[in-house]
């Protein structure tokens, strides 16, 4: 199974929000892709944030596309499910888990409330497909996934993300994750400590 689990890397994906939320709640269609999500955790985290920040409209029209090659054929169901093991929420703050989440059976568990798990929805797909699974969204998220690719694979889906963005819209990826030189020209970095950017404007991506 895959290493991730709820609230991880909180600081910057708090940037992210801070950043896409305004644009979010201007759109009748907001729409974020969480590109490698596992089982899910992370699709959530960002669900979990922008409730808080979204008006009771925008949140409900929102839909974040997680999407995973998921070789094992289980995070569909788990992500939809939305029941997760305790040491999965160890980071999630008391009151955060007391607002969204409710136990499930005895085992220690717990339950994603219906509200946070309708506005995720997962779908099985191979970034090295190179073809985006929407256009548009405000938001691609895509962390401890591109390390596991080649220079020139990574390049390709750091390309693809781009033609998936709509206008202004912003790319996060890990702090260990420096963007390519040859993708310098498709972005603006959006503050210095961070691997958080936004979409400039290209003719094309070569
Ligand atoms: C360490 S997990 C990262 C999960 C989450 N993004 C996080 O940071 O907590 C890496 C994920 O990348 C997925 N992955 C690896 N290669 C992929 C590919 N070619 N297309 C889509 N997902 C891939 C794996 O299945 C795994 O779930």
Redesign the pocket.
Known sequence: M????FF??LQMLELAVDHVAPELAGRSRPKIW?????MG??AYTLAILLAGRLGHFAFRNLRIAA?????TGQFGEIVRQGVYPSGDLERVPAGVLEQYFEPAGATGAYRLDDRIRGSVRFQQ????SLREVDCGFSLVV????LL?FTQPERLDVIRMFHRSLGPGGYFVT?HTQKLPPEASPWFEQVVPHGQLFRKLEVAECV
């Open positions: 895959a290493f991730t689990f991880r890397d969480d590109a490698g999500c596992a955790p992370e999407t995973d090659i998921d070789e797909h191979n970034l090295l895509c962390k401890n996934v596991h890990e």
